[in-house]
């Protein structure tokens, strides 16, 4: 397949990206620009933005286009599942791992890897990626073969990492080699101008997916869709129209399908932290680690509950100073049980009492 044309100068650089305002317009000049090189980039911007199409039209637009375009989401695994997930592991490395595993960098080979929410990982794994950025290489989990990729990198971050950095939560020459590209998405209230053509394109959208002919909108629906402030940015508004085109009655947007905050009826509600009960994250995650298996994988139980296993004692030692008696008595187990399941892990360990 050849690469999709990159000459154009104004416009979208693919399909699908929807906007022509200034702010986009300079994102479109540097996807184009960028995408003819090998070059690390870094995408900033707030949730909801559309990072990661800007990622894939990046990808699309290159030379590596017939090759994979990888996504991981490192603010959704936890240090040890994330370090599996990126550089794979080898059979025996850890309880639970069954068979050798590749990694996503292996699995991008000749392709992109696109890292969501770089700013959560941690130090240990900013050490491992720094490493592939440099050197183009690495070692699986539980291994000493070292595994060399010609993988493009293109990282994402919801938040300032120059404060990330100087708060030392993030390794300031990780960011200096991922941030040789960087783009900064405008948030949505920041292109107003683009919205009547978002709003366009989601109801044909959704019109069509659920057999809807929602052609229409409202002018004072548009005007308080154009007024509203936009904390979750494009995101939001996709799920306002979808919801609208679902409760329309006729072909048109109206003022009284949207929600309460956008009409103005309502203050917005603050946004902050949003606990989940652990029933709720219980069920997520094994839900992921079944879809992540595989219909074939007959090893569930390793897969699952070992891994699960594993990160609880690790961060039961490391919240009692690795004291094991204290980890023990935390845990409600055997002291020789907790050190048989210590060393069956490989965790860190120090002396205890």
């Known amino acids: 397949m050849q690469p999709f044309p990159n000459n154009k100068t104004s416009g979208p650089p693919l399909p699908g990206l929807i906007g022509a305002g200034p702010a986009m317009e300079e994102v479109y000049r540097l996807t184009r620009r960028v995408a003819g090189s090998n070059a690390s980039v870094l995408l900033l911007g707030e949730t909801g933005t559309g990072k990661e199409m800007i990622a894939n039209a990046i990808h699309r637009l290159s030379d590596r286009n017939s090759s994979p375009f990888v996504r991981v989401n490192c603010g959704a695994l936890s240090e040890s599942l994330l370090e599996s997930e990126l550089f794979g592991h080898v059979r025996g490395a850890f309880t639970g791992a069954a068979s050798n595993r590749t990694g996503r960098f292996e699995a991008a080979h000749t392709g992109t890897i696109f890292l969501d929410e770089i700013n959560s990982t941690t130090p240990h794994l900013q050490v491992k990626l720094l490493r592939v950025l440099q050197e183009r290489e690495f070692e699986r989990v539980g291994d000493t073969t070292t595994i060399r990729?010609?993988?493009?990198?293109?990282?994402?971050?919801?938040?300032?990492?120059?404060?990330?950095?100087?708060?030392?939560?993030f390794r300031e020459d990780l960011y200096w080699r991922l941030n040789v590209v960087p783009i900064e998405l405008p948030p949505l209230r920041q292109r107003r101008e683009d919205i009547p053509a978002l709003v366009a394109h989601f109801l044909h959208l959704y019109s069509v997916a659920n057999d809807r002919f929602v052609v229409h909108i409202h002018p004072e629906a548009m005007q308080a869709l154009q007024e509203y402030h936009w904390p979750g940015n494009v995101r939001e508004l996709q799920n306002y129209v979808e919801r609208a085109v679902v409760m329309a009655e006729g072909d048109e947007l109206t003022l009284e399908l949207l929600p309460a905050t956008v009409r103005g009826t309502e203050p917005p509600r603050k946004r902050g932290p949003q606990a989940a009960d652990f029933e709720s994250l219980m069920f997520a995650l094994v839900q992921q680690g079944i879809a992540e298996a595989g219909a074939n994988d007959e090893n569930l139980?390793?897969?699952?509950?070992?891994?699960?296993?594993?990160?609880?004692?690790?961060?039961?030692?490391?919240?009692?100073?690795?004291?094991?008696?204290?980890?023990?008595?935390?845990?409600?187990?055997?002291r020789n049980t907790l050190h048989k399941k210590i060393r069956d892990y490989e965790l860190e360990t120090s002396p205890s009492s």
């Open 301 to 334: 139980h390793s897969r699952i509950v070992d891994r699960v296993e594993r990160e609880l004692i690790a961060q039961v030692l490391a919240s009692v100073g690795h004291v094991q008696t204290k980890a023990a008595v935390r845990l409600g187990i055997n």
């Open 149 to 169: 990729v010609d993988t493009r990198v293109i990282a994402a971050a919801n938040c300032d990492l120059l404060v990330e950095v100087d708060e030392r939560r």
